[in-house]
Structure formats: structure tokens, C-alpha cells
């Protein structure tokens, strides 16, 4: 045994095999991408039932929907740098603990002020267990299942998206009114409530759960990462944890200049003061690899790419349960049964307007169950979308499938702008929707393969902040666009994400490459 030759990561990973451990974490791992999911969609849906008890104009919907965004842009590069210095695992259980504290706040909201307060602190909490998710996913899976399983994670967020308008569909047509002293509360204030049980529970689960292998042998930490792979072997096999034939890992730990020794006789706060300067002194040394070739042009590329695909994503997407909602009530009201959604962005703006400035007319306001349905609808079509896709990735490569999803995104887009009637529309929303989404996890796929596991968290981090940045201009400009006309949007939509699909071409193919 003395004479036994170090094991790598992969090595080390592809003995442990695939089994009920990485059953569990991603079972785990589904809750906790779902509290994700509701905290950033969440406001979409109240919108139809909450405006006008918040005499919401146009505009405050698109702050509504983007708030959370803006909260997420504030807390991406901190959380990424203490996942990169400090662990993955301990980000995920304090982010999101955090964010269910916050959604229980907005529960609580009594005005708009109050609201987007809240919404904000909840995006600032789970920026991080989001982005820590994918590297933490990527790094406890070898090369032989990463890809298939960064897909999965995907389709785990269209999970997401699928129960969110299922439980609107449950809870939101119900007319619910009461007040406890001095706090009034409608039935949207308890569908917010609601969503935030996953992020407590996933919290909760996360404990059971060991850090990233991988994250440890880069800090030197061999000897815990050793005890992880057991845990795992064992977990998978069945076999005890003693049985593992790895008993030496290699060291994958970059090079650190040695450290200041530390007094052991040293105050305990002293010395952790000492501890966090010398871990922001490595964290930046790090990071410096980022600004160099060959990873500042990947780099740019990624956040480029995601910067204009949420942009034109999100935007629809949380516009999307308004459209739907304003379809069904002028189905209703109107003599036409056919509307084009040109007409019901009409109408959507039209009816916001009149909510807005009746304030003689006390709100009772109630959004039918049929309402929602076009959202299940829409979300189950991105489910087995994201099924479908996990298949063909050892087949196509995920450059290709990254192509192929844009490319039907902008054909998608100005195929809502041309819908004619209520089935054309839900297609092509079910269609841009995929697609897009598709994309957009196949752009964070891409990063976590090309950028090594030092820099791999703040990339992730970055890259999905360029995209909520997008998201934030996106749903502040919609309303602008949409009182402009119906071509406006569309035609922005479709626009970026074309120059995205330009950008993809010139990514390397990394279905096949090893983490490092």
C-alpha cells in the first residue's frame, strides 16, 4: 500500500459509482432549486390578483419582478468568493434559511415599499445557494455522468417552474380576506407564504449532506476529501466505508505560499480575523487566472451570451401569467374567442391603467383557475423538454445543443408576436420558453466545464449575474416596449437573443472535458 500511486479526482469520483447517494442529492438538490425558482417568479403570478389591491402601475410590475434580480446582482461576487475560499455546502444551508426568513417577510407586506424590500434581502440570500448548487452538483459526479446530470439540475429548475403555477392554480382563485390586529391579508400574501417551505426544508436536508470532494483536495484537504469518497462508496455500494481501494489521493491543491503560523494561545476572535484575511489573500490570487488567456475571452463570451439570453427569456417568462390571465378574462368579456396577442398585450395595458386609477372602486379582484392552466401547460412542455435534451447531450455535444436552442428561441419569440388565436399562443410561449430555458442552463453547463474548480463558483456566480442583470433591464423596459406597440418587444426579444446565437458559434465543445 506505500507504494500505491496518488488518485486524481476522476479516479477517485468514478470508483464511487452512481447510486442512491447521488439519488439523494439530487432529491435534495430539486427542493432546494425550487426554492430558488419561487423566490425569483413568485411576484409573476401575484401580479393579477395583487394589483389592484397595490395600485400597481406598468411599471411597478416590471420593479416587482425585477427587485429580486437586484438583490441577487448586490450579493453575487461576495457569495461566490466565500463558496471559492470557505465551502460550498455551509452557503447553500445559510442562503437559504435566510431567503425563507425573507419570503415570510413579504408574506407580511402591508404596501409595495414593503414588498420590494423584502423581495430584494430574499434575492440578496439566495444568489448564493443557487450558484453554489451547480458547482456543488458538478463536483460530487465524475466526467462520465456530469453532463447528463448539470442537465438534470435543469430540468430540477423546470420543476420548479412546473409546481409554482400549480400551486397559483390551488391557491390564488380562492378569495381569501382577513385581519390580524393591525395586518391585513389577501390570498396572494398567503401563495407568498407558501413558497417559502422549500427553502426551509432544503436547508434542513442539506446538513446531511457532505462538502465538495473536490473543493477540499484543492485546499489542500485531502484527508477529508478521502472520508467524502468513502461516505459516498459506501452509500452506493453498500459496502463498508473501510473497503474503498482509494487510500491516497493527489494533490490538486494550487500553489500557496506558505502561511502565518498561528499562536494557538491567541484569542479565539483574533485569530479568526488572522484566518479570514489569509483566505481573502488566496481567494484573490485565485481569481487571477480569470484575467488571463485563455479564460478572459471564454469568460466574456459566457457572460455575454447569458447577459442577452435572460434578458430575453426571463422578461417574457414573468410577463407570461399576466398575458395568460388578461387572455382568459377577455375571452370572457369580449365577443371575440379568438384574441392575437397583439390584442391582449392591449388589453393587459388598458386594464392596468383603469386598476390603477379607479380608487373609488373597492378591489376585488378574482383571477379564474382556468387562468393558470396555460402556465402548467407552458412549465410541463419545458419538463419533458429538459428530459428529452439530457438525452441528446452524449449524442449532440452541448455546444450543439446550445446553438440548437437559441436558434429555435428566435424562431420561437416572433412566433408569439404572430400568434392569431388562444392555441397558437400557448404553443408558441411553450416553445420560446424551452428553448430558451434550455439555453440558458446549457450556457451555465459551459462554464462549469471550461474554468477550473478554483474560479468555477465566482465564474457561475458572474455568469448568472450578467443574466439577471439582463433581467432586470429586460422587465423595466417591457412595459416601455409594450406601451409602445406590440412589434416593440418582440422585436427586442428576438434581437438579443440572435446576437446570443452569433456568440455560441465560436465556443469550444466541452461535452467531453474533465473537471479540473
Known amino acids: 500500500m506505500a507504494d500505491e500511486p496518488p488518485s486524481d479526482f476522476e479516479t477517485a469520483m468514478k470508483i464511487c459509482g452512481f447510486g442512491k447517494f447521488n439519488i439523494y442529492l439530487l432529491l435534495v438538490i430539486v427542493i432546494a432549486i425550487a426554492a430558488t425558482t419561487f423566490e425569483t417568479s413568485s411576484m409573476s403570478y401575484i401580479l393579477p390578483t395583487a394589483e389592484c389591491d ?51 417577510g413579504a408574506a407580511l407586506s402591508q404596501n409595495i415599499t414593503q414588498l420590494m424590500i423584502f423581495k430584494f434581502l430574499g434575492g440578496f440570500a439566495v444568489c448564493g445557494p443557487f450558484a453554489v448548487i451547480m458547482s456543488y452538483v458538478s463536483e460530487l459526479h ?48 398567503i401563495f407568498v407564504a407558501t413558497t417559502a417551505i422549500p427553502s426551509l426544508i432544503s436547508a434542513i436536508l442539506i446538513v446531511f449532506l457532505p462538502e465538495s470532494p473536490k473543493f477540499l483536495m484543492t485546499k489542500g484537504k485531502n484527508e477529508e476529501a478521502l472520508k467524502v469518497f468513502q461516505i459516498i462508496y459506501a452509500v452506493n455500494t453498500g459496502r ?55 479564460y478572459i475571452v471564454l469568460a466574456v463570451f459566457v457572460y455575454t451570451m447569458n447577459f442577452f439570453v435572460i434578458m430575453g427569456q426571463n422578461t417574457l417568462r414573468l410577463w407570461l401569467p399576466q398575458i395568460f390571465a388578461s387572455l382568459t378574462e377577455f375571452q370572457v368579456k369580449q365577443t371575440t374567442t379568438n384574441p392575437s396577442m397583439c390584442t391582449i398585450l392591449e388589453y393587459n395595458v388598458n386594464k392596468t391603467e383603469l386598476l390603477r386609477f379607479d380608487e373609488m372602486t373597492e378591489c376585488d379582484v378574482h383571477i379564474s383557475a382556468e387562468s393558470y392552466t396555460p402556465n402548467i401547460i407552458v412549465a410541463a412542455v419545458g ?26 428561441s428566435v424562431l420561437s419569440n416572433f412566433g408569439m408576436f404572430l400568434s392569431f388565436n388562444y392555441l397558437t399562443v400557448l404553443l408558441a410561449s411553450a416553445a420560446f420558453i424551452t428553448f430558451s430555458s434550455i439555453a440558458v442552463t446549457t450556457i451555465i453547463n459551459v462554464s462549469v466545464d471550461v474554468f477550473p474548480t478554483t474560479m468555477r ?37 428576438g434581437g438579443v437573443i440572435f446576437v446570443a446565437l452569433i456568440i455560441s458559434l465560436f465556443l469550444p465543445n466541452t461535452s467531453k472535458m474533465a473537471l479540473r
Not at 416587482?64 to 457569495?79: E, M, Q
Not at 429548475?157 to 391557491?171: E, N, R, S, V, W
Not at 435534451?389 to 449524442?395: S, W
Open 457 to 493: 463558483t465566482m465564474v457561475v456566480v458572474l455568469v448568472m449575474t450578467f443574466g439577471r442583470l439582463g433581467a432586470v433591464l429586460g422587465n423595466v423596459l417591457f412595459p416601455v416596449l409594450i406601451s409602445l406597440g406590440c412589434l416593440p418587444p418582440f422585436l427586442t426579444v
Open 240 to 294: 463498508n466505508k473501510s473497503e474503498y481501494p482509494i487510500k491516497i489521493l493527489s494533490n490538486e491543491a494550487p500553489f500557496r505560499p506558505p502561511r502565518v503560523s498561528i499562536d494557538s494561545n491567541t484569542k479565539y476572535f483574533r485569530r479568526r480575523s488572522i484566518e479570514a484575511q489569509q483566505n481573502l489573500s488566496e481567494g484573490f490570487k485565485q481569481l487571477r487566472p480569470m484575467f488571463s488567456s485563455p
Open 142 to 189: 465524475g466526467k462520465d455522468h456530469r453532463s447528463q446530470v448539470m442537465m438534470v439540475v435543469g430540468l430540477m429548475k423546470g420543476t420548479g417552474f412546473l409546481i409554482l403555477p400549480i400551486l397559483a392554480y390551488f391557491i390564488l382563485p380562492y378569495h381569501i380576506a382577513f385581519k390580524i390586529w393591525v395586518l391585513k391579508f389577501h390570498t396572494w400574501q
Open 383 to 408: 419538463f419533458f423538454g429538459y428530459i428529452g435534451v439530457a438525452l441528446l447531450v452524449p449524442y449532440l455535444g452541448t455546444k450543439n445543443i446550445l446553438s440548437i436552442g437559441l436558434g429555435l
Open 54 to 104: 397595490l395600485r400597481l402601475s406598468l411599471l411597478q410590475k416590471g420593479i416587482l419582478n425585477a427587485i429580486t434580480y437586484t438583490g441577487t446582482i448586490l450579493s453575487a461576487v461576495p457569495w461566490g468568493f466565500i463558496a471559492d475560499t470557505m465551502g460550498r455546502k455551509q452557503v447553500i444551508i445559510y442562503g437559504l434559511l435566510l431567503d425563507g426568513v425573507f419570503t415570510m
